[in-house]
């Protein structure tokens, strides 16, 4: 079946700092692969995708590369701030119509 | 403005008292699904449904009900909902495809099960 796995939070960064946030997945086939944030209290929302191996999603200073052969799909930011405090959640969207997500990371930006 | 609405927000009931969570889309989306929050295990899908009639399960769909009557609505039933079904959820929809569609999510649903 599939699965995402991403790094455990919580995470805690001064603001201006380099944020990195791992994940990797398992499935068969060629899945797509998106990163959505949660902000407190609030539904996710989608903060970028990719469709194929070696594509590049990118929003808001986010971006994150599809690598099939790491099976990974890494978000990082160069310079956060305190509004990037959310939960990130990586997820797999696969021909089985079904999407699976990892165990969300929580991020606080502190100033 | 498109939306996924929910609603209650938030419910406190109590073992074995059927209850409905409604979610609604004003997206004119063919899919829709039911997420599960819970600390520590991220979102896990419940049922989803890629069009009016057809319903399908997800990762987790013991003890839960869905139907698709409509294109735009697609109720949760709890029939005789139990502690471990106290969770956050949210209803979510796409346009058709999915695989390659940003899923809109609803607000939650908070839901406490004494």
């Known amino acids: 079946g599939n699965s995402v796995t991403q790094m455990e939070g919580p995470v805690t960064l001064s603001e201006e700092a380099f944020l990195t946030i791992n994940c990797t997945y398992t499935a068969t086939g060629y899945p797509s692969l998106f990163w959505y944030v949660q902000y407190p209290g609030e539904g996710l929302q989608l903060l970028l995708k990719a469709t194929k191996a070696d594509d590049k999603g990118s929003n808001k200073g986010f971006e994150a590369t599809y690598r099939k052969e790491t099976t990974s799909f890494h978000l990082e930011k160069g310079s956060v701030q305190v509004s990037d405090s959310a939960v990130y959640f990586c997820?797999?969207?696969?021909?089985?119509?079904?999407?699976?997500f990892g165990a969300g990371t929580t991020v606080t930006v502190r100033a | 403005e498109a939306q996924v609405t929910q609603n209650p927000r938030y419910l406190i009931t109590v073992t074995g008292k059927k209850l409905t969570v409604t979610c609604s889309q004003n997206?004119?989306?063919?899919?829709m699904s039911w997420y599960r929050q819970d600390p520590g295990l991220g979102l896990r899908q419940i049922y989803y449904s890629m069009n009016v009639e057809v319903t399908d399960k997800g990762d987790v769909p013991e003890g839960y009900k869905v139907s698709r009557k409509e294109k735009r609505n697609f109720p949760l039933i709890l029939e005789s909902p139990s502690p471990n079904q106290t969770s956050l959820y949210f209803c979510?929809?796409?346009?058709?495809?999915?695989?390659?569609?940003?899923?809109?999510f609803g607000p939650g649903t908070r839901l406490t099960v004494l």
């Open positions: 997206m004119n989306h063919e899919y």
């Open positions: 997820a797999l969207f696969n021909n089985d119509y079904k999407l699976s």
């Open positions: 979510a929809s796409s346009m058709a495809g999915g695989i390659y569609n940003e899923q809109f």
